[in-house]
C-alpha cells in the first residue's frame, strides 16, 4: 500500500522558501498570487497491516517537527 504524508508549516511560523518562490512568482507576472506556503510530499510503499497509529507515531518521532509543522497522512491503493 502507498501512503503519502503532506507536511506544512503551522499558521504564523515563517516560511523563507514560500516568500522566495512568491516573489518569484511576482517576478514573472503572476501579481495575482496573494500568498505562498511550501511544504513537503512524503510517499512511503508499506505493508498493508500497517496501523494508523504507527503511521502517526513515524510521522511525530521522524517526519514532521511537531513544534512548527503539521503533517496528514493518505492512504492510496495501489
Known sequence: MKVRVSVSLKNGVLDPQGRAIHH?????????????????????????SVTDEALDEMCRKLLANMVIENYCIERVAA
Open 24 to 48: 518569484s512568482l511576482e517576478g514573472l507576472g503572476f501579481a495575482w498570487v496573494k500568498d505562498v506556503r511550501a511544504g513537503r510530499l512524503i510517499e512511503l510503499e508499506v505493508d498493508d
